[in-house]
């Protein structure tokens, strides 16, 4: 009995659509009455338009979710707050041709925003001697959005006669996110220098980030007791891969090149010093 109804069902659906495709190809149309009707809760509802849901907002309701804050005004917003920071760029051991030294490149500050002071020390130690020492007392005063002008004092120790110089300079990130520096230094006897500064954080993850560094040395005149020479003196370029455990402790490890040029490099020669050389380096980069 189920297998004769069945196909019944089967037999009375094929007449249906058979009728229907005779109507079609025949030119004539079905009745009305042949047509389901569409309810209104079936009909296309058009959406709402925005001036239907909110009207727009006033310029007094737009001024006070977004207020005016000046720009960045220093003084006003920061130039009050006093704090003490310190931070370790650099405290690495660097490995080259068999010896080991340690380096290391540090500050601490205490100021505003607009205004702040820097005491600094750069150095590189191996076989118990300063091979190298500097240290810089600073001003730095905001004279732009991310952009400082310095002034101030650097003692060159270590090999050779100490040198003092009076320091003016700007520093600040340019455009693509580079931090630059420039700095302009004159001292006794009518020394003086330039130094060009230059790095970049490429952020590979939120905390591996590799960072490249150059750094270029000019003097004005020869300092035979220090091994400088006229011109275009020395460059360092440095190739860093850290790993920010916290954004204030981060271990890395690198590569830096230095090398000398013109008479800076013959007076290297001349002692038996190679003019160039390259060093892998490990250290910890901290600030607080």
């Known amino acids: 009995m189920k297998k004769i109804i069945f196909t019944l069902g089967l037999l009375t659906t094929s007449m249906v659509w058979a009728e229907v495709d005779h109507s079609q190809h025949s030119g004539h149309v079905m009745p009305d009455a042949a047509v389901p009707a569409v309810t209104p809760a079936l009909m296309p509802v058009s959406p709402l338009t925005d001036e239907q849901v909110l009207p727009p907002p006033t310029a007094a309701e737009l001024a006070a979710a977004f207020p005016d804050l000046g720009g960045m005004d220093m003084q006003t917003h920061m130039g009050s707050s006093r704090s003490v920071f310190l931070q370790v760029d650099q405290l690495e051991a660097s490995h080259a041709d068999g010896n080991t030294a340690t380096v290391w490149e540090a500050r601490a500050g205490w100021g505003s925003a607009s205004d702040r002071f820097w005491l600094g020390s750069t150095g590189e130690r191996a076989h118990d001697t300063s091979e190298s020492l500097e240290t810089s007392l600073l001003w730095n005063h905001a004279v732009a959005r991310w952009w400082d002008t310095t002034l101030g004092v650097r003692q060159d120790g270590g090999e050779g006669p100490s040198r003092t110089w009076a320091a003016i300079g700007m520093q600040g990130l340019a455009p693509g996110f580079f931090d630059i ?108």
């Open 181 to 288: 520096g420039v700095t302009a230094y004159a001292g006794e006897s009518g020394r003086t220098a330039l130094r060009l500064e230059a790095e970049y954080e490429a952020r590979l993850t939120n905390r591996l980030i590799l960072e490249p560094a150059v750094e270029v040395n000019l003097y004005g005149k020869d300092d035979p007791g220090r091994g400088i020479g006229a011109g275009l003196s020395d460059a360092e370029l440095g190739l860093r891969l850290r790993y920010e455990i916290r954004r204030e402790i981060a271990p890395y490890v690198g590569v830096e090149w230095s090398t000398t040029f013109g008479d800076t490099a013959d007076m290297a020669r001349a002692t038996g010093t190679d003019d160039g050389e390259a060093s892998a380096v490990a250290g910890i980069r901290l600030w607080y």
